[in-house]
DNA sequence: GATGAATGAGTCTTCATTCAT
DNA sequence: GATGAATGAAGACTCATTCAT
């Protein structure tokens, strides 16, 4: 029955790989993974086959993580205000507190090795969102806009908003709540 | 200086670097941008020292092409409203029509390798915006936030406007229109 | 010794090396031949303590069953030509009939890995060949030459065989007989 | 114009290649070549592309060195059977002089490295040999049988003579002699 | 200045072998 | 004994940069 496959083992490969993905870029070299997650080189690579592997397995854990971030406690029943700055507030606090997580997120999708599976999974964990944007339509709360659009303007914006509280923590609450604010006046019907 | 650098040459190595770059990631092999170039691989250390060189010009570069598009015929004399919205339309139109250097500069950006200058240099040609949006907040049009809130705003939404008219050239006017509406609600006082 | 080794183990990767080995080069992996054999990668060595035990011994089967191909049903009684041709037709078929065997025997000759009792080993079947011409030599039926230069002379010549049977199947007769014909013209005396 | 590409250096690579992949098996490291050789690791690689580029290369280079030993003052005029024997002197000599280049040709070949495309170029250089043996099979010297055939014939038993030759180089002349009268012997037609 | 061969450190990945389970 | 995870030394190849021509 050999030795299993350790979660801890496999957990403290992409932790690592986070850190020095975020300090170095994804152009770090696999060695200072391992070694920064204190197991053999070769260990890596029985855990993720190869380098585009971890890259898009750690893409769904960030993505997983950060979905669990926002939907949890989730608002069901408040108004689609209530529930829209739920998931705002999280986004964004998320963002600020795993900065480099997020950093990694970023480049990962901007760097073009995600495969069409990853994308569609990492999507997933988010539509109780789209759920939930595509009731405040209905209600006519929000805007006749195509959903993702809207969606992509939520993100667009707590990214911004992410980046200034980041240089100006003691102005979080400022950032946080302007951004929001943008955010409801740009979706929501006039008058 | 027998025969004197050539201009011509240096621009081919840009517009070969964001071709290669676009498409292949920043980890493209300088060889490969020579190649493109049509200029000899050492061709290329002449006019850049080093590959970090080439990202950091190439930036300046793209972002003055970027300021040119932005603001060339800036209608001064016209109201806020009119001016923001000439900015915005210049800037999703830049973006829809240069995909490549838009996603270089992105992945730039994103990869930590640029130099406080460069990132100066590149903030520079936007300072007319800069005085357009202090004097709306002056007269009260604009909220009172942060200048460059209100500039990472505008320039989140627009990022994410040239997305979906990428994907979607058809519907380009009403993403183009959704899009700075949106803007404007969020940046402008409520009655 | 609670469990002992299982032969049938043992002839699994055996055979499964032979299958990977023809395939692949000796360069194959270990672990290519114990998911071959349907084993653990650790259970190989269990068997073969090293990769080049694996390789002596598999040397060491294929000869013996190459000696078995050619030995069985040997006409001890009959003509020195007729002794001849047995071998040589039994030799020719089985390099026909197992033409991976084959490969790697000449894999495994030609790369320097075998021990030298390996070698021996190897020869040890063959001492009735030897025996046989030396007595057509006595009786003078063939030529006075080394032994060894005898049997290396139909090796070579069986292994040419071989060759143009399994490229030319339906001329395998011809080829089978040809060459048999080519043997015993050269080392028969000339009237 | 750069430094050209250098003809010692592509030859010092070849030769290196020769000395130790006949010591150490095809699969002896690159870098060890590139060393041997005096040469950057990678300067190897800007002389063959690859291994395999390396390893085809190779093979045609020792081909063509056989050939030029073979063929170089081919007696034309002179019987089938003392053409015939200037090859057979010329191909047994060469494999005795050059033992590396020899058994890395044999390793080449059963490694199956080779492109269509070298074995086709390994092959040219010995079409006057098979114009000679047509011609003595028309004139009915020689037996009637396949033209590959033939060659391979020769092939087999220059090789098997080479190694007593290499063995015991008392008596080269011996087994020289001997092994060509079997060759001939075996080709002829009877009586 | 232009060229491209030369360099060798660095990359990802493989693999024989060991050893905890 | 069987298993397969763990190991880390290689290995083939790449690439930014230098420099002879």
Do not use: C
Not at 106 to 127: D, M, N, Y
Request: aromatic residues 8%; charged residues 25%.
């Amino acid at each position: 029955m050999a030795r299993p496959r350790s979660e801890d083992k496999r957990n403290a490969i992409l932790a690592a790989a986070t850190d020095v993905f975020a300090e170095r870029g994804l152009g770090a070299a696999t060695s200072a993974i391992s070694a920064a997650a204190g197991v053999a080189e070769g260990t890596l690579f029985t855990y993720f086959r190869t380098k585009d592997d971890l890259l898009n397995a750690l893409y769904r854990e960030i993505k997983l993580g950060l979905a669990d971030a926002m939907m949890s406690d989730f608002p069901r029943k408040k108004s689609v205000r209530d529930r829209l700055a739920h998931v705002w507030t999280r986004y964004v606090r998320w963002g600020v507190a795993n900065p480099k997580a997020h950093r990694v997120l970023q480049q990962i999708e901007v760097a073009g090795a995600l495969t069409e599976e990853s994308k569609l999974a990492g999507l997933a964990p988010f539509v109780e969102i789209q759920a939930m944007a595509e009731s405040a339509i209905a209600q006519r709360t929000v805007q006749d806009l195509p959903l993702p659009f809207i969606a992509a303007t939520m993100r667009a914006l707590a990214e911004m908003t992410m980046g200034f509280v980041r240089q100006h923590p003691d102005d979080a609450e400022l950032y946080e709540r302007s951004g929001f604010e943008m955010l409801w006046a740009g979706l929501t019907r006039k008058r």
